[in-house]
T-cell receptor, first 113, second 109 residues
Framework: DGGITQSPKYLFRKEGQNVTLSCEQN?????MYWYRQDPGQGLRLIYY???????QKGDIAEGYSVSREKKESFPLTVTSAQKNPTAFYLC????????????FGQGTRLTVV | RKEVEQDPGPFNVPEGATVAFNCTYS??????FFWYRQDCRKEPKLLMS???SGNEDGRFTAQLNRASQYISLLIRDSKLSDSATYLC??????????FGAGTTVTVRA
């Protein structure tokens, strides 16, 4: 089945550590996105990528980094510079052209302990 | 000004009622529009795309008003299962997807 997979579903991180969240899609989509959602709030864009080896900062990129070495993969690293990393992280992908609706992974809940 | 703005609600309606809400967007060059549904602690899922002429999918009707830069969602004959947060999504020419903060709908028995 085609889809988008995020792992892990739950992640605990000690303060000062970097952690990497995985996002893989087999939908052959060009565009991929990372969003952050805090309780009771909407989605905020962290980074997005329209093509392999290229990505752009979203609205809240500080403290995060990404790479897009393969079309299928768009991992997100939450660095120690991110002051308040506890949140629900959602990865999405979409095709380009036409009506590019986005498909989401099931999300990763990151908690700093 | 936020790129996409929604009335957060909550809209609390009885079963069988009609509920409608809007979403405004700031970029007149926006190309594509969508409504997503998000249940508590789950990922958003596509409810429907919004076409220029407006479109219906069962009890759901979406409209686009480019002149006033808003889209709307109307839910007829509300069901308990319609309780969720509805997210407005706008796709700009650079394929950046922008989400509204969501409108919460609660349908009561």
């Amino acid at each position: 089945d085609g889809g988008i997979t995020q792992s892990p579903k739950y992640l605990f991180r000690k303060e000062g550590q970097n952690v990497t969240l995985s996002c893989e899609q087999n939908l052959n989509h060009d565009a991929m996105y990372w969003y952050r959602q805090d309780p009771g709030q909407g989605l905020r864009l962290i980074y997005y990528s329209q093509i392999v080896n290229d990505f752009q900062k979203g609205d809240i990129a500080e403290g995060y980094s990404v790479s897009r070495e393969k079309k299928e993969s768009f991992p997100l690293t939450v660095t120690s510079a991110q002051k308040n990393p506890t949140a629900f992280y959602l990865c999405a992908s979409s095709r380009q052209g036409g009506m590019p609706e986005a498909f989401f992974g099931q999300g990763t809940r990151l908690t700093v302990v | 000004r936020k790129e996409v703005e929604q009335d957060p609600g909550p809209f609390n309606v009885p079963e069988g009622a009609t509920v409608a809400f809007n979403c405004t967007y700031s970029n007149s060059a926006s190309q594509s529009f969508f409504w997503y549904r998000q249940d508590c602690r789950k990922e958003p899922k596509l409810l429907m795309s919004v076409y220029s002429s407006g479109n219906e999918d069962g009890r759901f009707t979406a409209q686009l008003n480019r002149a006033s830069q808003y889209i709307s969602l109307l839910i007829r004959d509300s069901k308990l299962s319609d309780s969720a947060t509805y997210l407005c999504v706008v796709n700009n020419i650079d394929y950046k997807l922008s989400f509204g903060a969501g409108t919460t709908v609660t349908v009561r028995a």
